[in-house]
């Protein structure tokens, strides 16, 4: 059975600069490549990953007037999303990302949110048909929380599964906690929320313990290069990533979260499996360059 997934995100375009080293300050550097205009956002990467990965996806999301972003439209379109609630405002800029990607292939990221900030409650609103219909509703920490919260409330009275990816971490409402289902934050997101450096297995016990004790069953911490660990009500595990060279490791979690939404069963009863798709759709993404240039297509991972 096909998933029906909504995802509530921002839409960045990304600039990109790839680097030997990170300068220190005061520092001037020469970049190796300087690329522009790449299609970005954690929402919009993780609506592309969705679809491609073959679920039914439609996207929610606000950019500004000035058509920088248009050029992703025709991503979203060959991914075949509903794009009826990504909408233009007048009120800020398209967000936009500035990120370098060093010669290991990890990165830093500086984020304008410009349009994704003015989401607001009415926005969310407009969709409640879509998300009274959707298996899972998808949120990230670009946009702003009192829209998740609408989303989520309304996904919750529809029986609609919430997963939240806390990220960029910052500290959370009671009121949004209590409605999220699944949360897939990564090792730096899992200490920020929980005050437990992940270091090993006991910290990760530790720190999936404080998010079941806030009443959310499925708690999964992404580890890069040492795959994932979930815990539920059922018991936990870490499930190993596949090992590959990465050379940017840019919207690797976004392709997680969309693999695991695309092929998780609604009881959830296929969990580790999902995960063990997911890992390896993040795995095909470190291993090209750019966020939604890398997120690769079901047949790939075939
Ligand atoms: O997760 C990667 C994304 O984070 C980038 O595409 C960038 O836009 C930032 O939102």
Redesign the pocket.
């Known amino acids: 059975m096909t998933n029906k997934v909504v995802v509530l995100g ?1 839409t ?1 375009v ?1 600039q990109f600069l790839t680097v030997e080293r990170y300068a220190k300050p005061g520092e001037t550097l020469h970049v190796e490549e300087a690329q522009k205009a790449y299609g ?3 929402g ?2 993780q609506a592309i990953a969705t679809a491609r990965l073959g679920a039914e996806t439609t996207f929610i999301s606000k950019v500004g007037t000035e058509g920088i972003a248009d050029f992703m439209f025709k991503d979203f379109e060959a991914a075949g999303i509903d794009t009826s609630y990504v909408v233009e405002t007048e009120q800020a800029h398209t ?1 936009q ?1 500035f ?1 370098t990607v060093d010669a290991q292939g990890q990165n830093t ?1 500086y ?1 304008y949110g410009g349009a994704n900030m003015t989401i607001d409650e009415a926005d969310v609103a407009r969709a409640e048909q879509t998300i009274a219909e959707a298996d899972f509703i998808v949120a990230q920490l ?1 946009v702003p929380i009192p829209a998740i919260t609408a989303a989520f409330k309304m996904a919750r009275a529809h029986g609609v599964t919430t997963l939240l990816n806390p ?1 960029p971490a910052k500290a959370l409402p009671d009121e949004l906690l209590q409605l999220i289902d699944i949360i897939v934050p990564n090792e730096s997101e899992a200490e920020t929320l929980s005050g437990v450096p992940v270091t090993d297995e006991s910290s990760m016990r530790e720190s999936t313990a404080y998010f079941h004790d806030l009443g959310i069953h499925t708690v999964l911490i992404t580890l890069g290069e040492h795959g994932t660990f979930y815990s539920t009500d059922a018991g936990s595990e870490q499930l190993p990533a596949y090992p590959v060279k990465a050379v940017d490791t ?2 690797a ?2 392709t997680f979260i969309g693999a695991l939404v695309s092929h998780l069963a609604s009881d959830m009863s296929n969990l580790s499996d999902a995960i063990d798709y997911a890992n390896k759709a993040g795995s095909l993404t470190v291993q090209r360059a750019g ?2 240039a890398a997120i690769p297509h079901a047949s790939d991972i075939d």
Do not use: L, W
Request: aromatic share 0%; net charge negative; hydrophobic share 40%.
């Open positions: 921002s960045n990304d970005g956002g954690k919009a990467n967000g990302a990120i990221i984020v670009e990220a840019t919207a979690g976004d966020a939604q």
